[in-house]
């Protein structure tokens, strides 16, 4: 399965850079098939993946060049459905509104969730960010274990909630820490 990993730095102090690239690099044991992050900068979420190891997607400008935000998710993908060359089955997952996620696990009613809606990936993670952007009152996590078949454990940043990191875990053996 994949992995994922991400921070929340509760001051103007952000984490050590090196540290975050080997812990990234590490994160590689669970999928090297692609790898991306995702952060927010000035209210806007900002969304790198590609069909790559994580080691290699450090060595990008974008990575090399970027100065920490407050919040960041990552992910490494071990590919059990869609082609890593379509770069919408990778991670970070995100919509228009800003909303990205990270995800582990496996979702087993996906294709009901999208059975008459458009698909743009085809991977069942697709189904947990459906399921987020389409609940607009009440309590979306709520609604995420309601809706979702399966054991996930994802990580949730949006650009409507700046300050928000949101961690969800869902039955064994996952684990989040």
Known sequence: MCGIMGYYAFSR???????LEEMFQLLESRGTDASGFA?????RLVVHKDAVRATVLLGTQEWMRLK????????????TQGSEKNNANNHPLF???GLALVHNGMIHNDREIFARKHRDAEVDSEAILEVLA????GDRIQDLFESLDGSFA???IEAAQPDKLTLVKKDNPIELY
């Open 68 to 79: 920490l935000p407050q919040i960041m998710i990552f992910h490494t993908r071990m590919k």
């Open 154 to 156: 994802i990580g949730i």
């Open 134 to 137: 389409s609940k607009r009152e």
């Open 13 to 19: 102090q952000r984490p050590n850079k090196a540290q």
């Open 39 to 43: 952060y927010l900068d000035k209210g």
């Open 95 to 97: 919509n228009k509104a």
